[in-house]
């Protein structure tokens, strides 16, 4: 008797249907770095030519849809499970422009999910942005900007790198913001390179308080491919980042990634070491330490990481399934394992 109580008890949080006097609505919030989703098509503007693809030999239309339908397939299926629909909200890093995300929402998997796109072309040497997918009919932009990371080098020379996107407005008649990230690599470095990522932590602050100015305490995501992990200085220094919840106070930022990266979990493998650099964090406004879920609140954050997503042979053996090694496309997936957040809400 006490252990069906128990597990009445459970259903009663984890179903969205009608089981005890409660319902509940879910909404998945997702990042996924698309390891160089790139178009066939020559771009003079910009340095498209070093993007693996425009590298291949062959008919690289077919391996451009093979790529479009391997991101489409994985996001199609993030959070399926429990919240009975696709992600809500889809932050996506390393994509060349807006044509190859309209070219990835009108694929099989998502056409008929109805997802606009927001996305700024950034001053990143490459051409690489960062963009945000959203279902239509769930969210409803009300502002979006980008702002610009403004980097020199000890030579004093511009370095230049992708933009931090901005996006707020209205999931279900609650005003959230997201701020979707690509923070400069570890080239050259963790180290040497490790201001470059203090710096962009330091711009996401600065993006806080000007959401501030207008919403007190405001519901904020931080997401993105941040290449450092939970404990690195860019986040429990720059950002204050907080994994435990009772610690949290209003205006913090939680992370609850930092504790699911000291268990050894991890969004990708690089030489032999794993690393969580794909991360989603909230403001205090929503975390809850009470169960109380009349408004939107974190409800579980989770990678997701389904068998065929990582290679099962061979000398990369538990990595991250690729797209690309080197000029060949080896009909995978990505190098980033992608990364999702439940939002719950009492009905």
Known sequence: MIRFSIIFAFLCINITTVYCQKSYQIRTIAFYNLE????TIND???NDEASPIMRIKGNRTAIYQKKLNNMAKVLSEIGVQEAKNTPIIIGVSEIENRSVLEDLIQTSYLKDKNYGIIQYDSPD???IDVALLYQENQFKPIHHETFELRLWDEKGIRIYTRDQLLVSGYLDNELIHIIVNHWPSRRGGEEKSRFKREKAAYLNTQIIEKIKLRDPNPKIIIMGDLNDDPTNSSLKTVLKTKAIKASVKTGDIFNPMEEMFRRGQNTLVYRDN???????????????????????????????????????TGKYKGYPFRSFSGNNFIGGYSDHYPVYMYLIKEN
């Open 36 to 39: 160089n989703l790139f178009d």
């Open 44 to 46: 003079p503007t910009k």
């Open 125 to 127: 040497l490459r051409g």
């Open 274 to 312: 794993i690393n969580l650099f794909d991360q989603i964090m909230i403001t205090s406004a929503l975390l809850t330490t009470t169960r109380d879920y009349s408004t939107f609140k974190m409800y579980k954050t989770k990678i997701f990481n389904p068998q065929y997503l990582t290679t099962q």
